[in-house]
């Protein structure tokens, strides 16, 4: 196809628009249409939005430009809005607060994308959905940190062709179930049964991302600022000193595997987790956030996880989550107030004839400053010790 004569075709209706199908990506559907047309999605793209676009070398599913939707609505039945549902972009206000364009995304795999290869394992799929599916497509979901298995086949998810281990690269492929490497069918790889912690986590993770609300410990609450809190369960059991303690705290009591995450560097976000390594977090994950807050708050006391580790790294951290940690996880001693601890003093005097340092130690905790100010000294020393040279 002349490049000419295809962009004035694609200006006009594509002769094969089929509709996009349950939860799946702009790649995918953009790649069956191609394949309807007989081109190779490289092909097809280069022939629409000409080379110099270079869109095999974007994240489509990411976020989708201006020029690329408009093309598409200009040629299809396909309205912008059902557009954007294919894009991770519209989980805006669902997954996350606000979707950056570009940079890091909290929840979104990273696949980098560097000269059309695929350098990361972002895209995952389920090896039953490819195999059962009437036409094999890509979801949405698959691109999800919290997705680790299939909830409709209750197996572990794949990264990386069974035979080969190359990255899913759809684009590259000869059709969407292949590897584009040794063209071994996808569906080929193992159904192994998914953590049923992790399984269950992961359809509630669906659920509140579909209604835009959840459940913690039956409170409800937007399901970005549950998303936050998920996240920041997860990084307490990959990142930072007490990690460690946190993961066996939580499987010395309900289960659950405690080993460390395999991680090439010290704070690495959890979403450049291995599938493995994830299904594995998730699990554990599943495990704390059960009856929340109890579980949770019990493995974070053991592990000695005060209110300020619990929060830390959270920019804007939700209240419920700041209410939670304050309420449960205050590991400082209790300061008693000025007016709290003459109170004390009062009542010493009055029941044990003077307010003696100890005995307001032990009742007002580490208010050193109003207990000096309040406390009966003796006759042999008029100041504190620590006050002679003053
Ligand atoms: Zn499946
Ligand atoms: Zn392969």
């Avoid at 049964?193 to 410990?217: I, M, N, V, Y």
Wanted: with cysteine; charged share 25%; aromatic share 8%.
């Amino acid at each position: 196809m002349g490049l000419r004569k295809a962009t004035r075709d694609a200006a006009r209706s594509w002769c094969y628009r089929p509709p996009p199908l349950a939860d799946e990506t702009l790649s995918s559907w953009l790649i069956r249409v191609a394949q309807g047309m007989r081109l190779r999605p490289i092909t097809f793209l280069n022939a629409v939005w000409g080379t110099g676009r270079s869109l095999v070398n974007q994240d489509l599913d990411n976020f989708a430009p201006e020029l690329v939707v408009t093309r598409i609505v200009t040629a299809t039945d396909i309205s912008e809005d059902a557009l954007r549902m294919m894009t991770l972009a519209e989980y805006e206000g669902r997954l996350f607060e606000r979707f950056p364009p570009k940079g890091r995304k909290t929840w979104i795999l990273p696949v980098r994308v560097v000269s059309n290869d695929r350098r990361r394992h972002g895209l995952q799929y389920c090896p039953a959905c490819l195999r059962d599916d009437p036409v094999p497509y890509l979801r949405r979901t698959w691109r999800l940190a919290f997705a680790t298995g299939c909830t409709c086949h209750g197996i572990a998810l794949h990264d990386a062709c069974p035979a080969c281990g190359a990255t899913v690269q759809p684009y590259r492929a000869r059709a969407i179930e292949l590897c584009y490497r040794c063209a071994r069918p996808l569906a080929d790889a193992s159904h192994t049964p998914a953590s049923a912690q992790a399984l269950r986590l992961q359809r509630r993770c669906e659920t509140a991302l579909k209604r835009g609300w959840d459940e913690l410990g039956e409170v409800p609450l937007y399901s970005h600022l549950s998303f936050m809190i998920i996240r920041q369960v997860a990084a307490l059991l990959v990142n930072g000193p007490r990690a460690g303690a946190l993961r066996q705290a939580t499987s010395r009591a309900w289960s659950g595997d405690p080993a460390p995450f395999a991680k090439p560097t010290a704070r690495q976000p959890i979403e450049y987790l291995g599938i493995e390594e994830r299904a594995r977090l998730f699990d554990l994950v599943g495990r704390l956030l059960d009856g929340f807050p109890f579980k949770l708050v019990h493995a974070c006391l053991e592990a000695r996880i005060g209110r300020f580790h619990a929060t830390k790294d959270m920019d804007f951290p939700p209240s419920m989550w700041v209410a939670t940690v304050r309420l449960y996880l205050d590991l400082e001693p209790y300061k008693a107030s000025e007016a709290e601890v003459a109170a004390a003093a009062a009542w010493l005097r009055r029941t044990k004839g003077s307010a003696r340092y100890r005995d307001l130690k032990a009742l007002c905790g580490e208010s050193r400053t109003a207990i000096y100010r309040h406390m009966d000294y003796e006759r042999s020393q008029a100041r504190p010790s620590w006050r002679a040279g003053v």
